[in-house]
C-alpha cells in the first residue's frame, strides 16, 4: 500500500451553501433554492447534512446554471429541521451522488414519465431537462398523481408542462378537482396511445407501493419490461457506497442508482 | 530468514518495535465474558509477548483496530465541520490467514466500492503490517480452507509462540534490522490445510434469486434467529455502518459527527421516514446477511466471497445456530431447485472427488 | 394406628436426620446434599440405603437432600455406619469440613440442607458459582446445632428461593459500560425491560443512560450486548435477602439485607450466626426461623451483631430498615 499520500479528498465532508430562496408548495414540501453552479444531471441526489441534525439524501428537483432546486418533504428529524432554514442561511450538502437518467438512451425516442407523489421530485429536473430540449425527444407523456388538492406540487409547472409535452395526464386519489381524474395514476397508463408508440422508454418514480402498482400494470399491458426505469429510495447514511445501508443483492442505490432500469433489479430481492 | 528467540529477546524485540510501531494483538480479558466466570479475547495494544494470546481464536476480530467501532468524523459548530483524521503511527496487527484476507474484504468496500475511497480507513488502512499467528491447526468452528482464506502472502513476520521459545519468519526485509544477532532456525509457517468442517458453498444463478429466498430455510433460521447482531458484531468483513450527530451537553452548538458499526441483523437497518423497512422479518434478514457473505459480494466485485469462514459468528450465536451448517444447507437446498428447474442430476462433492 | 411397640426419642432422631414416620416404626433419611450437586458415586449410596433399608422409594427432599423413606427404626445404626463415608466424602473430602465423621451418621439437623441452584458452572444467566459457594459455606455452618436456612441462586431470578430461606443469597454482576463500543442498537434497553427493571434508555445520542440506582444487577445487559458494551465486572457480588419463611401461620418472603456485598463480607457476616443466635437464644439451640430470631433481636441489633468485625466493601449497601410483609393467616402477630 502507498505510504504517505497527499490526503485525497474526504468525501464525508460537507460543504457550505447558501439558501437563496424557500418556496413554500404545500404544508408539508418546501423547495430550498441553493445558491451552486455544480453540474449536476437529472435523476442525481446530494446528502443534505446539518450539523447536529444528521444527513439525508435528497433529490435534485431543478437544475439551473446558478442554483438548484430540492423539494424537501417534512418526515422526520433532518426534514424536520430543514423547514426552520430561512432564505440567505448556511446549508451544509456533499454530492452529488449516484446515477441519473439516461438522457443518450432516450434521444429521439418516445419518454412516458410515471411519477407518484414526491417521486415528481426525482423526476422533475428531467421533466424540465426536456421542457428545455424538448426536439431531444419525438414525444413526452407525462403522467402524475396526488394524494389530494392539499398534496399538489408544482402547481405552475403543471401548466406549463400540460401545455407542452404530448399528453399529460393529472390525478388526484381522493378529491375532485378540475383538470384531474381521479383515481390512482397507475389505472391511467393503459389510456396512452401505447400501441401507436413503436418505441418508448417509461420512467416510474414515486413510493415503493406505486411502482410495484406501475409495474403489475406495466406486465398485464405487455410493455416491453426492459425499457423501464425506475428511480429508488432506499434507506442511505453515507451516500457514497460505504455504510452498506442501501445495499439490495449485489447493488447499491446510491452509487449504481438510484436510477435502475428494469433488467438491473428484477432478480434483485431486498 | 527465520529465528528463533526465547521469551526474554522477543520482549527487547517488542520494545524495539513499539518506538516505531502501535502493536495490537488478541489480549485476554479475565472474566469479562459475555457469560459469567468466562474470558473476552478481544484486540488491544501490546508491548510483552505474554500479554498476546496465541493459542485461542479472538471473540472480536481486529477490524475495530482500523474502524473503529464508534468512530469521530468531524468536529462541529454551527458553520463549520473540522476533520477529524485519525493521525495513526504504523501499525502491526497480530492475525491469522482469515482475518487478514478479510481486511481484503474490507478493502473493497471501504476503498474501491463506489469510486471514492474512505479517507478514514485508509489513513489507518495504508500503515498497517501484518504479523502472521500461527494457527496451530485452528479450531472447530473454522472453515477458512472451504473459503480460500486459509493462506495469504500479506505477512511482514509469522509468529510462532511455544512454552519457551518464539519462532519468527521475516517476510519483509525491511524488518530484518530488529533480528540483528539472533539465532536463525528453520521455521515455516504452517498454513492450515484442512478444517473439521467442510463447507460446499452454492451454485446461484441470478435469476434463482427469487426462489431462494423463498426458501423454507430462511423461515425456520428466522424463527430461531433473535436478531441480536452479535455475528457481525464479530466478523471480520463486516463494514455496516451508521453516521449520528450529537451535540455537546455543555454547549449546544457545537458538537461531533459521528459513525458507528452497524448490523443488517436489526431490525431499523433498511427502517425510512415514517417506520416502513425493508427486511421486517428475521428471516429476511438472515437471508440478505448470508446472501451478501457467500453470494452479492462476489458478484459485484467479481472476486472472491465476503465471509472468509473465520466462524466467530457460529462461536458467538447464543441461539446456537452455525453458518457452516446453515451454509451447507443452503447449498442442498438450491441444488434441490436446480434439480426441479432442469431435472439435472447433481453429482455431490464428495461422490466426485 | 398400627399397635407396635415402639420406644424412640423423637427429637434425638430428628437431630440425626431421620424424621419420624406415621407409618409406626418407620423413619425417613435425610442426606445433605449442599449447594444440591454431588458427584454421581455419591448417588450410589443413596441408591443402596434405599434399596436396602428403605421401602424402595426415594424422594427428592424439598430442600435439596436426598431422602430415603420407609427406615425401619431397627436399622438406623446400620444405615448411620453404612452412610459414614459418604458423609465422609461431600462433607468433609468435598466441601472441606472439619469435622470427625463416626459411625452414629450427622451430628445434627441445626443448618439445614443449602439450597442452590445449578450456577454459572452451567447457567448462561448465572453470575456465581453457587456449589463452591455452597461448599464454603457448609464449611462454615455445618455440623452446627443452630437453625439456620440457606438458599443460593445465581442471579436475581432466584431460582433456588433465597427469599423463603433465612438467608438467601443472589450472585449480582456490575455491568460496566463501554460507550466507545456502544452501537446504539438498543438490545440491553430491551433485554432490562423484558427481564430485569427497566434502568437503561437509549440517549438522543444513541448510548445508554443508566439510572444505577434500582439495578439489580442481573447481567441481562451484558449477555444481550452484541459488541461487548456492556462489560461483565470479573468481581462478583452478592444479594442477601433475611427472614424469609413458609409456615402455617405467618409465611413472608425474605426482604433484602445487603446489597453487592463481596463473597468475603458474606463469609464473614454468616460466620456470626452462630453467636447471634447463641446471644438471643441464651445458648439453648432450639428449632427456631431466622426470621423469628430476627424480629426477637431486633433489626438494628441483629444488623449491630451480624456485621460486628466485618469491612464492608465500598460497593455495599445494607438496609437501613426493614419493612416485613407477612401473609398473616393469624392477625396481629406483632401485637403482643
Ligand atoms: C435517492 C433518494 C432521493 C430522495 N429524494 C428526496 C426528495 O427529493 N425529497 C424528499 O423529501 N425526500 C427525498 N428522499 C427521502 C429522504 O431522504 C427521507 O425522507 C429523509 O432521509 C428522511 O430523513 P429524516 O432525518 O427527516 O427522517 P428520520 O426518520 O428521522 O431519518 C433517520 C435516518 O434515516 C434515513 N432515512 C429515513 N428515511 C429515508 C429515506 N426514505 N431514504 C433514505 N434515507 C432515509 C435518514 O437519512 C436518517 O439517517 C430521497 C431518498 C433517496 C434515497
Ligand atoms: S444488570 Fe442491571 S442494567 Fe443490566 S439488565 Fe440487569 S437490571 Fe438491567
Ligand atoms: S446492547 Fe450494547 S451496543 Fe446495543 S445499545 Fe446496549 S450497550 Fe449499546
Ligand atoms: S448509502 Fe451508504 S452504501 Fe449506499
New interface residues.
Given amino acids: 500500500m502507498c505510504q504517505n499520500q497527499v490526503a485525497a479528498k474526504n468525501h464525508l465532508k460537507p460543504i457550505a451553501y447558501q439558501v437563496e430562496q424557500i418556496i413554500r408548495q404545500t404544508a408539508q414540501e418546501y423547495i430550498f433554492r441553493i445558491t451552486c453552479s455544480e453540474e449536476v444531471k437529472p435523476g442525481q441526489f446530494y446528502e443534505i447534512s446539518l450539523p447536529k441534525v444528521g444527513e439525508a439524501p435528497i433529490s435534485v428537483s431543478s437544475i439551473t446554471a446558478n442554483y438548484l432546486e430540492f423539494t424537501i418533504r417534512k418526515v422526520g428529524k433532518l426534514t424536520n429541521y430543514t423547514f426552520q432554514l430561512k432564505a440567505g442561511d448556511t446549508i451544509f450538502m456533499r454530492g452529488p451522488y449516484g446515477n441519473n437518467f439516461p438522457l443518450e438512451k432516450f434521444k429521439g425516442g418516445n419518454l412516458i414519465v410515471l411519477a407518484g407523489g414526491t417521486g415528481f421530485c426525482a423526476v422533475n429536473s428531467l421533466l424540465e431537462y426536456y421542457y428545455q430540449n424538448y426536439n431531444q425527444l419525438k414525444s413526452l407523456y407525462f403522467l402524475t398523481g396526488f394524494r389530494n388538492q392539499a398534496s399538489i406540487l408544482y402547481q405552475n409547472r403543471l401548466a406549463a408542462y400540460q401545455a407542452k409535452f404530448t399528453q399529460t395526464i393529472y390525478c388526484l386519489d381522493e378529491e375532485v378537482k378540475a383538470g384531474f381524474k381521479q383515481g390512482f395514476v397507475t389505472d391511467y397508463l393503459k389510456e396512452l396511445p401505447l400501441n401507436k408508440l413503436q418505441d418508448y422508454y417509461l420512467v416510474i418514480v414515486g413510493p415503493q407501493p406505486m411502482m410495484d402498482a406501475a409495474l403489475k400494470e406495466c406486465k398485464q399491458l405487455n410493455l416491453a419490461l426492459e425499457k423501464i426505469w425506475f428511480s429508488l429510495e432506499r434507506r442511505m447514511s453515507c451516500g457514497i457506497g460505504k455504510c452498506g445501508h442501501c445495499k439490495i443483492g449485489d447493488k447499491y442505490v446510491c452509487v449504481d442508482g438510484p436510477v435502475f432500469n428494469y433488467s438491473a433489479i428484477k432478480n434483485l430481492i431486498d | 530468514m527465520a529465528f528463533s528467540l526465547n521469551y526474554q529477546k522477543i520482549d527487547d524485540i517488542l520494545a524495539k518495535l513499539s518506538s516505531d510501531y502501535d502493536i495490537y494483538a488478541p489480549v485476554r480479558l479475565v472474566g469479562e465474558g459475555k457469560f459469567s466466570a468466562t474470558d473476552r479475547i478481544q484486540y488491544d495494544k501490546i508491548t510483552r509477548a505474554e500479554q498476546i494470546v496465541y493459542n485461542e481464536k479472538s471473540d472480536f476480530s481486529p477490524r475495530e483496530i482500523i474502524s473503529p467501532i464508534t468512530q469521530t468524523l468531524f468536529y462541529f459548530t454551527e458553520n463549520e465541520f473540522i476533520e477529524n483524521l485519525p493521525e495513526s503511527r504504523s501499525i502491526i496487527i497480530f492475525a491469522r490467514p482469515c482475518d487478514i484476507n478479510a481486511f481484503k474484504r474490507l478493502d473493497k468496500i471501504f476503498l474501491e466500492n463506489g469510486d471514492f475511497a474512505d479517507s478514514y480507513y485508509k489513513s489507518r488502512r495504508d500503515k498497517v503490517h501484518f504479523a502472521l499467528l500461527d494457527c496451530k491447526g485452528g479450531w472447530e468452528s473454522c472453515f477458512c480452507v472451504s473459503m480460500g482464506t486459509n493462506k495469504t502472502s500479506d505477512y511482514s513476520l509469522a509468529v510462532n509462540f511455544n512454552s519457551k521459545t518464539v519462532e519468527i519468519e521475516v517476510n519483509d526485509s525491511s524488518f530484518n534490522k530488529y533480528f540483528n544477532d539472533i539465532k536463525q532456525c528453520s521455521y515455516q509457517y504452517n498454513f492450515v490445510k484442512k478444517n473439521k468442517i467442510e463447507v460446499e458453498l452454492p451454485e446461484i444463478r441470478p435469476e434463482q434469486i427469487e426462489k431462494i429466498s423463498d426458501l423454507q430455510i430462511w423461515q425456520e433460521y428466522g424463527q430461531r434467529c433473535k436478531s441480536c447482531g452479535s455475528c457481525t458484531a464479530v466478523c471480520p468483513s463486516c463494514s455496516c455502518f451508521t453516521t449520528r450527530d450529537i451535540s455537546y451537553k455543555e454547549n449546544k452548538k457545537a458538537g461531533e459527527r459521528r459513525r458507528v458499526w452497524a448490523s443488517c441483523l436489526h431490525p431499523d437497518f433498511t427502517e425510512m421516514a415514517g417506520g416502513h423497512s425493508y427486511r421486517e422479518t428475521a428471516a429476511a434478514r438472515i437471508r440478505f446477511r448470508t446472501l451478501h457473505k457467500i453470494y452479492d459480494y462476489k458478484k459485484r466485485f467479481d472476486t472472491v466471497n465476503m465471509c472468509v469462514g473465520c466462524g466467530r459468528c457460529t462461536d458467538t450465536c447464543t441461539q446456537l445456530i452455525s453458518f457452516a451448517t446453515l451454509l451447507n444447507r443452503l447449498s442442498q437446498e438450491i441444488k434441490k431447485l436446480s434439480v426441479l428447474e432442469e431435472g439435472v442430476e447433481y453429482v455431490s462433492k464428495s461422490s466426485s472427488s | 394406628m398400627e399397635k407396635k411397640n415402639i420406644d424412640i426419642d423423637v427429637s434425638k432422631l430428628t437431630s440425626n436426620c431421620f424424621r419420624q414416620s406415621k407409618v409406626k416404626g418407620e423413619c425417613m433419611l435425610q442426606m445433605r446434599v449442599p449447594g444440591a450437586v454431588i458427584k454421581a458415586e455419591h448417588l450410589k449410596y443413596a441408591v443402596e440405603i434405599a434399596e436396602k433399608w428403605g421401602n424402595g422409594d426415594f424422594h427428592l427432599g424439598t430442600r435439596q437432600t436426598l431422602s430415603i423413606p420407609g427406615i425401619k427404626y431397627e436399622d438406623v445404626s446400620a444405615v448411620n455406619k453404612f452412610l459414614q463415608s459418604y458423609i465422609k466424602g461431600v462433607e468433609v473430602d468435598t466441601c472441606g469440613v472439619e469435622m470427625e465423621v463416626d459411625s452414629n451418621g450427622y451430628a445434627t439437623i441445626g443448618a439445614r440442607n443449602i439450597m442452590a441452584c445449578i450456577g454459572?458452572k452451567h447457567c448462561?444467566k448465572?453470575?456465581?458459582?453457587t456449589t463452591e459457594l455452597a461448599r464454603k459455606l457448609e464449611k462454615q455452618i455445618f455440623p452446627s446445632p443452630y437453625h439456620i436456612k440457606i438458599g443460593i441462586s445465581?442471579c436475581p431470578n432466584d431460582c433456588a428461593k433465597g427469599h423463603f430461606n433465612d438467608f438467601g443469597i443472589i450472585?449480582l454482576?456490575k455491568p460496566e459500560y463501554d460507550?466507545?463500543?456502544?452501537?446504539?442498537?438498543g438490545?440491553c434497553v430491551e433485554a432490562c425491560q423484558g427481564h430485569a427493571t427497566r434502568v437503561l434508555t437509549l440517549t438522543?445520542?444513541?448510548k445508554i443512560s443508566k439510572d444505577s440506582c434500582c439495578c439489580v444487577g442481573c447481567?441481562e445487559c451484558?449477555?444481550?450486548c452484541?459488541?461487548?458494551?456492556w462489560?461483565?465486572?470479573?468481581q462478583?457480588f452478592y444479594r442477601v435477602t433475611i427472614g424469609g419463611r413458609a409456615g402455617k401461620q405467618y409465611p413472608r418472603m425474605g426482604k433484602m439485607f445487603l446489597n453487592f456485598v463481596t463473597e468475603e463480607v458474606l463469609l464473614k457476616m454468616l460466620a456470626n450466626w452462630e453467636s447471634f443466635s447463641a446471644d438471643v437464644l441464651n445458648h439453648k439451640p432450639v428449632y427456631i426461623h431466622g426470621g423469628h430470631l430476627i424480629d426477637r433481636a431486633g433489626y438494628y441489633n441483629f444488623k449491630d451483631k451480624i456485621l460486628a468485625g466485618v469491612d464492608l466493601n465500598p460497593e455495599a449497601e445494607v438496609a437501613d430498615h426493614i419493612y416485613w410483609a407477612e401473609t398473616e393467616y393469624r392477625a396481629n402477630i406483632h401485637v403482643k
Avoid: F, S, W
Avoid at chain 3, 179 to 185: A, F, Q, S, T, V
Fill in positions: 454459572n448462561l448465572a453470575n456465581v458459582n445465581g450472585g454482576v460507550y466507545e463500543r456502544c452501537i446504539g442498537c438490545k438522543e445520542d444513541k447481567g451484558i449477555v444481550a452484541p459488541t461487548g458494551a462489560r461483565r465486572n470479573p462478583e
